[in-house]
């Protein structure tokens, strides 16, 4: 069921992307060599907990064990944050992060390149964050899911990268993944009419190589079949009368 949203539930989602852009802004400037992923994951509980009543959303769900999903290189998403995953120069980092406050989630990503990194490496992170641009820029009312996964699909493939199609964005709000399923390829003119108070996390994840994905026996770690780079941000947008709101904009 899809889970519309009034005027004051998105501005509760607001205050709480707030404070998840503000944290994905610091992780960003905490990132650099020699930092463990486990560490980036203190920081960010840390900070999201300096909050009063905002909760690191992925903390145990599903059981999963920490505040942040992070996923070096090849990794896709849902990597494990560890003391012994330590990043190196010219790395990247795809750091996925959700924030629960007043009752309602917000969910978003962002890639970060560790020092300097190589120039394919680099038009996939911009690629990717161009095409999530895109997919906010079709997600009006009266446009359709396929708009979205349409105008994402182009940016990207237009790169010549590829679309993971194995995982989508989701709704979000009162549940941190709720109806509808918001996939990154599509048809425009199709699929459900966007409405005024459908909230939505848009999320591109995006290979060097080819689509294909497989689960590590880490059984969370997403990774690329062919051992490409994958980069992956995210926002999460609502569908309002006159057009969308980023909830998670810095
Ligand atoms: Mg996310
Ligand atoms: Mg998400």
Known sequence: MIQLKS??????????????????????REVRAGISTEDLDRIAE??????????????GLYGFPGTLC??????IVHGIPSKKR???????????VGVGYQGYFTDSATTVAVGVIDAETARLLETTERSLAAGIAAAMPGNHLGDIGAAVQRVVEEA????VRDLVGHGIGVA????????????????LKLMPGLTLAIEPMVNIGGPATRTLADKWTIV????????????TVAITDSGNRVLTAA
Do not use: C, W
């Open 46 to 59: 840390a900070f999201i907990r300096s909050h009063p009543g905002a909760t690191p959303a992925f903390k």
């Open 7 to 28: 005027s004051r539930e998105i501005d509760l989602m607001a205050d709480g992307g707030r404070i998840l852009a503000a944290t994905v802004q610091m992780l960003r």
């Open 176 to 191: 941190f993944h709720e109806e509808p399923q918001v996939p990154n390829y599509g048809k425009a003119k199709r699929g």
């Open 86 to 96: 330590v990043l190196k120069e010219g790395d990247i980092i795809s750091i996925d």
């Open 224 to 235: 690329t079949v062919d051992g490409s780079r994958s980069a992956h941000f995210e926002h």
């Open 160 to 163: 010549g990268f590829s679309v």
């Open 70 to 75: 992070t996923s070096i290189n090849q990794e």
